[in-house]
């Protein structure tokens, strides 16, 4: 069960309402509802899922195993620096994994998890398509590229304030 | 207004570099200096020239003829004969072949790429339509329209011999034959952009540099098959395109090359994005299709394939994005022209993202039947550092590592798969000696299992089953049984999954355990990992002969496996040790070895 | 916008914005300007082509050279990113790589002005189609 | 037709045949674990995700599903060449390595798919099991469903049942790759979904990823409490199945037997709910009647067509999806539901002992009944009308707990005054059957004339929606059926839109009615199995002396002395109900 419980306020509603009422409430739409829902709030907690689910009338069952299916969507808040290492094979063969690895132990979360003071989460992701400047890491919407374990100190610091 | 009157550029990239090209730039610069010329011509060092074979390379400016095979010795000759008396140093001239068309303008035969699929690309503002109009956009869906009937595009798309570029290979204007034939009250145009191979970014780069191409070739298509609705399936990780590609299809429509009744055609074509959600399943046609629908995107059985019932149950017609950007300019050449480039079977050229161990990261389109070796000794310049070529990832996850013996295969469908890879959408991935093919494959195997929809149960458990045998292989707890192993449940899997995704998946895994089943054998007989890239197998040993005994090492040691009298040689418990590389890090003698 | 109605429209107006190309690229013509392509596929801004971009667009203006940048895509030198390729009328076009906002001062001042080149350049190693 | 060859083997079939069908023809029985086939619904379940039935194709690089790949003029299959068997046995292999080991404790021992493919594809061991990780998942348990994902192995059969044919969506696909697996919205409990209890994933389910909660232990300890009087009401689709769990033909009527053991047993009395049915159809008939004599008196008020209520799986549809409906159906209780109270009042009284120290079990081809047992309108101070609802299987495997065997058991009669019923109380266990057995008893008190043909033989069938129009001497009274929760959704729609035409509709949860209810014997899609079943209920009806539920004597005395009259002050207090908005709610904040 997921435990996270937030609040929907009715102007969140009505915004998801919005959105769902922009497509037409068709449930061949979900996905772009989805997107559009995430954009606007974040992430996809339980309680947008149900809303979402209400309006276009599409069972919530059916609306989480869509959520669940695509790495896209998360249904956990991200961090307000969200750091993403590029784990593509061009990355992976220049070193990524030690990378990723010394971003762990920095910042001691695992692949998936957002700090608890909401300031950093970490993931992965396949292939950003610059595979010139590999290893790749985005942290927000900052590329850095040609990253060393030992730079990984340095990157963190531009966000320690 | 130039200072100089002449240059002289010479290849500064990593083959030249290592046949002594910096030798030749410091010698003309002194001989230039010696004769006073150094006011009048200047001597650059460039990039790679992609012709490292023949290498170092010099080309004189402004004349543009290009010396290979230079060597230092040939310096003073090139400054007295082509710089002061205006003649060309024949001897140093490419070879036969090249003779009497020694300008780089004129050198095109020398150059192992054509671009067709990104001729646009790097040249045009993707955001302006006029310049993509201004180089001759949308003529080809004018000529469509008004000259040729349905049955005469398709027949241009069939003979030039065109293939889907996204993997599978199949005919392009077979597909679009079949798609033409069903009936339907609706019918689809789809291009799959849901470029979702770790390490290929060849799709993005065309929609981000030439999205125009691809909303042409799709109108094409509709054309053809009397669809009126294009959608293009893109992943969401790609806001650039996605961008690029809203402003194209806006300007597109304003100018009326969307939409109702184009050029006066009577033929309405619009399209639509529709975003992905990060699935790599979502390659697969069916896959895509379902995720388009909102659903969780699993492939289905074909048949029926999408010509026949596709998109909301309608006749479909799915073409990635390289397929789609070498529509327009088929149609504007013509089948036969298209079908002299390449091989006979594989017609045209392949948009290659090269990357990892190679010195020209780079997006790069060469001939069909281009060997591997022209790709990433020449173009790609060869390897990194120096280093030792020792595979090539071509397909990504479901192509196969290649290897020495492959590099002179020249590269098409057909042979890639009998070499036991594929040509996948087109990444290429180089490896060199420090890479462990064990891990490569495993890494491989990580993405399947991560990336496999769950639907069938050999893609779900078996894909993962082949990772945990690797992950104890490069443990070193692998046995040879388990190479049995790792062979009869990569043949099963590949003959039992559902898609396109189970069908391949294992290919890492055989072409390894085929083309380097010595690193195998060293890693389970032996427990020896020769890249030194699995940590389990790896051993610190001192070396007697630089160990002066100060006790560094075991003091730091957390599990106290070093042992040794103050002033002697110590010695590792490799019972203990955890490998934790502190000993490694505190040496100050180098007396600590990794074997 | 206006709308191209037939494809006799299309080629009319293609035939038009190509004179225009040409006039722009033609050194004997007094309209001929430079031309600046920097390569801005995701790549390329990842590794900071949109400073290069600016930098480009507000020197040229300050130090008085008539010319116009253009954002284009990948060029396919990925390892030598931002790359940008130099056009200046009645010369082959010159690609630069590995190009920060000090190296297209050098550009600049040295190659736009002094038609002296810089070490880095990129030859280009393929052939485009022309149609 | 096309013909082609199979095995070495030539075979003519249709157009459009699988190899899987075209095998079957000359015998040849390819093993299949996800494929079902659902004739009845006119539903396949072929995801072709299993990958058992794979057989080896010439000309094909892959196997082929032959589920799923259908035939071609010359194709020429092997079904059995050693590239086949060693592929299916490796994949059978996969699925193991994912699957619990717990065979000898596992409530589908004997039962399960799964474990019969990996006896006959000879599987004997795990290659590198220790390393081998497993899917696992929390475990849920509901008043009636325990869902233990670790046994799920995708074959998708109970989404398909929960959404295309129940239209409950409470189940869906859930996660990607390795930890995929059938489940609920963000893993919560059914008890929290929209699930419905029908329980018709758990009789599709071909392992124990989806099973019954086992109420038997209770019902055990219950008879060895002395301090006890244990009731045993026993529901009528389960007489018509029961012996299908002892090897019998399907549709074998083992009333008789099925008495003996539970007497044998130790069940203090054995009654029967046919008896309740009787009294559901005196209080829900007379409901209708008095619904129907509002309306043609001109109320506009009155709601029409009323709707069944007996179906516990089907009031939790309308409480969960229509809310806004709740008022439509009857509220006449559910014949297990009615019989608890009467039992624990009026028979208590008669034997002159405390409700607390009376257990009342039912057993039903229910699992929704479980969880109807245990609602709070249905307790008496915290003390339950019905203590526990046990289904057929569960009382099969009592049954051979207790070493009989149905077969070789004596016949004998329930006990009275709770085991006496008409034919009318019989029909109640497949579709159509209650609102017949309504109609024999409203014709009369509605006309006052003698029923001379009691069998309404349009209102029969396996049809998932059916109508009937029946002359009520001069009144056209217009009946709807459906069964299936997919096919009452059509008609809920069509009232919500005001475009019903009906006075009354009965509605089962389940495909066929209770006989293929949830807690029934595993019928594995075989539709024949359900028409036996709904045959032997009609024969044991036909065979009844009395058959209609108003002339069922026990009934008439339990009016006379107790009730008082349908619809009386007390017969609402204990045989009336009222419904709950059951929707999920949002979670709004402030």
Request: charged fraction near 20%.
């Given at each position: 069960m997921c435990d996270s419980k937030i609040k929907l306020k009715e102007k969140d509603i009505a915004k998801i309402k919005e959105i769902c009422e922009f497509f037409d409430n068709k449930a061949g739409e979900l996905i772009s509802v989805l997107h559009r829902c995430q954009s606007e709030f974040g992430y996809l907690p339980p309680e947008i899922q149900d809303v979402v689910s209400d309006f276009m009338n599409v069972p919530v069952a059916k609306i989480y195993g869509v959520v669940t299916f695509y790495s896209f969507f998360t249904m956990k808040p991200k961090g307000k620096y969200p750091i993403s290492i590029c784990t593509g094979t061009a990355c992976y063969v220049r070193g990524a994994e030690k990378v990723l690895d010394e971003f762990k132990k920095e910042l001691n979360l695992e692949v998936g998890e957002t700090a608890a003071d909401g300031k950093f989460s970490l993931s992965s992701l396949r292939c950003v398509g610059a595979c010139g400047l590999a290893p790749v890491v985005l942290v927000g919407e900052k590329t850095y590229g040609r990253v060393a374990p030992d730079d990984v100190k340095e990157i963190l610091a531009a966000y320690e304030n | 207004m130039s200072k100089y009157k002449k240059h002289i550029m010479v290849c500064g990239g990593t083959g030249c570099r290592a046949s002594e090209s910096d030798t030749i730039v410091e010698k003309m610069k002194k001989e230039l200096e010696n004769r006073n010329l150094d006011k009048d011509v200047q001597v650059v060092i460039t990039g790679c020239f992609g012709l490292c074979e023949k290498g170092p390379i010099v080309k004189m400016l402004p004349d543009n003829t290009i010396y290979t095979e230079v060597k230092p010795v040939n310096v003073t000759e090139i400054i007295d004969e082509h710089i002061i008396k205006g003649r060309k140093v024949k001897s140093l001239l490419p070879a036969d072949s090249y003779k009497g068309k020694t300008d780089s303008k004129n050198m095109d035969s020398f150059k192992k790429q054509i671009r067709i699929a990104l001729k646009n690309c790097g040249f045009i503002n993707p955001e302006v339509i006029d310049e993509y109009i201004a180089s001759n956009g949308y003529e080809a869906l004018g000529k469509a329209l008004m000259e040729y009937t349905p049955e005469q595009t398709i027949d241009i798309i069939k003979k030039s011999g065109l293939r889907g570029r996204g993997g599978g290979g199949f005919p392009t204007g077979l597909k679009w034959e079949f798609a033409a034939k069903s009936k339907g009250d609706q019918k689809y145009v789809v291009c799959n952009a849901d470029e979702g191979d770790p390490g290929a970014f060849m799709d993005r780069s065309i929609l981000e540099g030439d999205p125009h191409s691809v909303l042409e070739a799709m109108a094409i298509c509709g054309y053809?098959?009397?669809?009126?609705?294009?959608?293009?399936?893109?992943?969401?990780?790609?806001?650039?395109?996605?961008?690029?590609?809203?402003?194209?299809?806006?300007?597109?429509?304003?100018?009326?090359?969307?939409?109702?009744?184009?050029?006066?055609?009577?033929?309405?074509?619009?399209?639509?994005?529709?975003?992905?959600?990060?699935?790599?399943?979502?390659?697969?046609?069916?896959?895509?299709?379902?995720?388009?629908?909102?659903?969780?995107?699993?492939?289905?059985?074909?048949?029926?394939?999408?010509?026949?019932?596709?998109?909301?149950?309608?006749?479909?017609?799915?073409?990635?994005?390289?397929?789609?950007?070498?529509?327009?300019?088929?149609?504007?050449?013509?089948?036969?022209?298209?079908?002299?480039?390449?091989?006979?079977?594989?017609?045209?050229?392949?948009?290659?993202?090269?990357?990892?161990?190679?010195?020209?990261?780079?997006?790069?389109?060469?001939?069909?039947?281009?060997?591997?070796?022209?790709?990433?000794?020449?173009?790609?310049?060869?390897?990194?550092?120096?280093?030792?070529?020792?595979?090539?990832?071509?397909?990504?996850?479901?192509?196969?590592?290649?290897?020495?013996?492959?590099?002179?295969?020249?590269?098409?469908?057909?042979?890639?798969?009998?070499?036991?890879?594929?040509?996948?959408?087109?990444?290429?991935?180089?490896?060199?000696?420090?890479?462990?093919?064990?891990?490569?494959?495993?890494?491989?195997?990580?993405?399947?299992?991560?990336?496999?929809?769950?639907?069938?149960?050999?893609?779900?458990?078996?894909?993962?089953?082949?990772?945990?045998?690797?992950?104890?292989?490069?443990?070193?707890?692998?046995?040879?049984?388990?190479?049995?192993?790792?062979?009869?449940?990569?043949?099963?899997?590949?003959?039992?999954?559902?898609?396109?995704?189970?069908?391949?998946?294992?290919?890492?895994?055989?072409?390894?355990?085929?083309?380097?089943?010595?690193?195998?054998?060293?890693?389970?007989?032996?427990?020896?990992?020769?890249?030194?890239?699995?940590?389990?197998?790896?051993?610190?040993?001192?070396?007697?002969?630089?160990?002066?005994?100060?006790?560094?090492?075991?003091?730091?040691?957390?599990?106290?496996?070093?042992?040794?009298?103050?002033?002697?040689?110590?010695?590792?418990?490799?019972?203990?040790?955890?490998?934790?590389?502190?000993?490694?890090d505190k040496c100050k003698f180098n007396a600590i070895e990794l074997i | 916008m206006a709308k191209v109605k037939t494809l006799a429209d299309l080629r009319k107006m293609k035939s038009e914005l190509r004179s225009k190309i040409q006039v722009r690229e033609n050194p004997e013509n007094p309209e001929s300007i430079v031309q600046i392509k920097v390569g801005m596929a995701t790549s390329g801004i990842a590794s900071g082509a949109k400073e290069v971009y600016n930098f480009f667009t507000e020197e040229l203006a300050k130090r008085n050279l008539s010319g116009i940048t253009i954002q284009v895509g990948d060029m396919g030198y990925c390892y030598a990113e931002p790359t940008v390729e130099v056009l200046v009328p009645g010369k082959d076009p010159i690609v630069f790589g590995y190009v920060d906002v000090k190296k297209a001062d050098q550009i600049i001042e040295k190659y736009i002005k002094n038609g002296e080149l810089l070490d880095g350049i990129i030859p280009p190693n393929y052939q485009n189609i022309n149609e | 037709m096309i013909k082609l060859k199979i095995d070495h083997k030539f075979v003519e079939v249709e157009k459009g045949t699988t190899i899987y069908h075209a095998a079957k023809k000359l015998d040849i029985d390819i093993p299949i674990l996800c494929y079902m086939n659902l004739e009845h619904l006119d539903i396949e379940n072929k995801p072709g995700g299993c990958r058992i039935c794979v057989v080896e194709v010439e000309g094909r690089r892959n196997l082929a599903p032959s589920c799923s790949t259908k035939v071609d003029e010359g194709m020429v299959v092997r079904t059995n060449s050693m590239r086949v068997i060693n592929a299916r046995r490796t994949v059978m292999e996969f699925i193991l390595s994912d699957h619990p080991k717990e065979c000898l404790t596992c409530s589908k021992s004997g039962g399960c798919d799964l474990q019969d493919l990996a006896q006959q594809l000879g599987v004997r061991e795990i290659p590198n099991?220790?390393?081998?990780?497993?899917?696992?998942?929390?475990?849920?348990?509901?008043?009636?469903?325990?869902?233990?994902?670790?046994?799920?192995?995708?074959?998708?059969?109970?989404?398909?049942?929960?959404?295309?044919?129940?239209?409950?969506?409470?189940?869906?696909?859930?996660?990607?790759?390795?930890?995929?697996?059938?489940?609920?919205?963000?893993?919560m409990n059914l008890e929290a979904s929209t699930c419905t209890y029908c329980g018709q994933c758990v009789a599709v389910c071909p392992t124990a990823a989806l099973t019954e909660v086992d109420h038997t232990p209770q019902v055990i300890r219950a008879i060895a409490d002395p301090k006890k009087t244990v009731i045993v009401q026993t529901a009528p689709a389960v007489r018509a199945a029961l012996g299908e769990e002892f090897g019998m033909e399907a549709g074998t009527l083992v009333t008789g037997e099925m008495v003996t053991a539970l007497r044998n047993l130790g069940f203090d009395h054995v009654f029967d709910t046919d008896f309740a049915a009787d009294l559901t159809i005196m209080e829900e008939g007379t409901e209708l009647l008095g619904r129907l004599k509002k309306h043609l008196a001109g109320d506009k008020n009155v709601k029409l067509p009323m709707l069944t209520s007996c179906c516990p799986g089907w009031v939790n549809f309308f409480e969960t999806q229509f809310p806004d409906m709740k008022d439509i159906p009857s509220t006449a209780r559910s014949p297990q539901q009615m019989f608890g109270p009467i039992a624990k009042t009026y028979f208590a009284d008669k034997l002159g002992i405390k409700r607390e120290d009376m257990v009342v079990v039912s057993i039903m081809p229910c699992l929704a009944k479980k969880y109807e047992a245990q609602r709070d309108e249905f307790k008496v101070d915290g003390n339950p009308d019905v203590d526990f609802s046990i289904t057929t299987r569960e009382l099969a495997h009592l049954i051979k707990q207790a070493n009989m065997d149905i077969k070789k058991l004596d016949k004998s009669d329930f006990d009275q005054p709770m085991g006496e019923s008409s034919g009318a109380g019989v029909i109640f266990g497949t579709t159509g059957g209650v609102i017949e057995a309504a109609l024999r008893t409203a014709y009369e008190i509605h006309t006052g004339k003698n029923l001379e043909k009691v069998d309404f033989d349009q209102l029969r069938g396996m049809e998932g929606i059916r109508e009937a129009t029946v002359d009520f001497d001069g009144l056209d009274l217009k009946i709807g059926i459906a069964h299936g929760l997919g096919n009452a959704r059509k008609l809920l729609e069509d009232i919500r839109d005001g475009k019903s035409h009906y006075h009354a509709i009965e509605i089962m949860a389940c495909p066929g009615g209770c006989i293929g209810g949830g807690g029934q014997p595993q019928h594995h899609g075989d539709s024949a199995i359900l028409k036996k079943r709904a045959a032997a209920l009609y024969r044991e009806d036909a065979g009844k002396p009395i058959r209609k539920s108003h002339e069922n004597p026990a009934i008439k005395e339990l009016y006379e002395t107790f009730l008082g009259e349908p619809m009386s002050e007390k017969a609402h207090h204990l045989l009336h109900t009222h419904y709950f908005d059951r929707k999920r709610k949002r979670n709004i904040g402030v």
């Open positions: - | 053809t098959m009397g669809a009126t609705e294009g959608l293009i399936y893109i992943r969401a990780e790609y806001p650039l395109a996605i961008e690029r590609l809203q402003i194209a299809i806006k300007q597109a429509r304003e100018y009326g090359l969307l939409g109702k009744n184009i050029l006066g055609s009577g033929f309405d074509f619009d399209i639509i994005l529709k975003l992905g959600a990060g699935a790599f399943v979502c390659g697969e046609e069916t896959a895509l299709i379902h995720s388009m629908e909102g659903l969780r995107g699993e492939p289905t059985i074909k048949p029926p394939f999408p010509a026949e019932s596709g998109y909301n149950n309608m006749p479909t017609n799915v073409n990635n994005v390289e397929t789609f950007a070498n529509i327009p300019t088929i149609i504007n050449k013509g089948a036969e022209w298209f079908a002299s480039i390449g091989t006979k079977k594989s017609t045209g050229t392949k948009v290659f993202a090269l990357a990892g161990k190679i010195n020209n990261v780079g997006l790069i389109e060469v001939p069909m039947g281009t060997t591997l070796r022209e790709v990433i000794f020449e173009i790609g310049g060869g390897i990194q550092d120096g280093k030792k070529f020792k595979a090539v990832q071509t397909g990504g996850p479901s192509g196969g590592c290649l290897t020495e013996k492959h590099l002179d295969t020249p590269i098409d469908f057909d042979n890639l798969i009998e070499a036991g890879s594929m040509m996948g959408s087109g990444g290429m991935i180089v490896m060199d000696e420090d890479d462990c093919m064990v891990s490569m494959a495993k890494f491989y195997l990580d993405f399947t299992v991560e990336e496999s929809c769950g639907k069938c149960a050999p893609c779900r458990i078996g894909n993962k089953r082949l990772y945990e045998t690797l992950d104890k292989i490069t443990q070193g707890k692998g046995t040879e049984a388990d190479l049995d192993l790792l062979r009869n449940m990569s043949h099963v899997i590949k003959d039992t999954s559902l898609c396109g995704l189970g069908q391949t998946s294992p290919n890492p895994v055989l072409s390894t355990l085929d083309n380097f089943w010595d690193e195998y054998i060293a890693h389970v007989k032996d427990h020896k990992c020769e890249a030194g890239q699995c940590k389990s197998l790896l051993q610190y040993n001192i070396i007697a002969e630089d160990c002066v005994g100060c006790t560094a090492c075991a003091r730091v040691c957390p599990v106290g496996c070093i042992a040794g009298e103050k002033k002697e040689v110590h010695i590792i418990d490799q019972s203990i040790c955890i490998k934790c590389g502190a000993c490694m | - | 099991e220790e390393t081998c990780e497993m899917s696992t998942y929390r475990l849920d348990t509901s008043p009636s469903i325990i869902r233990n994902l670790d046994k799920c192995i995708m074959c998708r059969r109970c989404e398909m049942m929960c959404n295309e044919v129940q239209t409950v969506g409470a189940l869906s696909a859930i996660h990607r790759g390795f930890e995929a697996a059938v489940g609920t919205a963000f893993e």
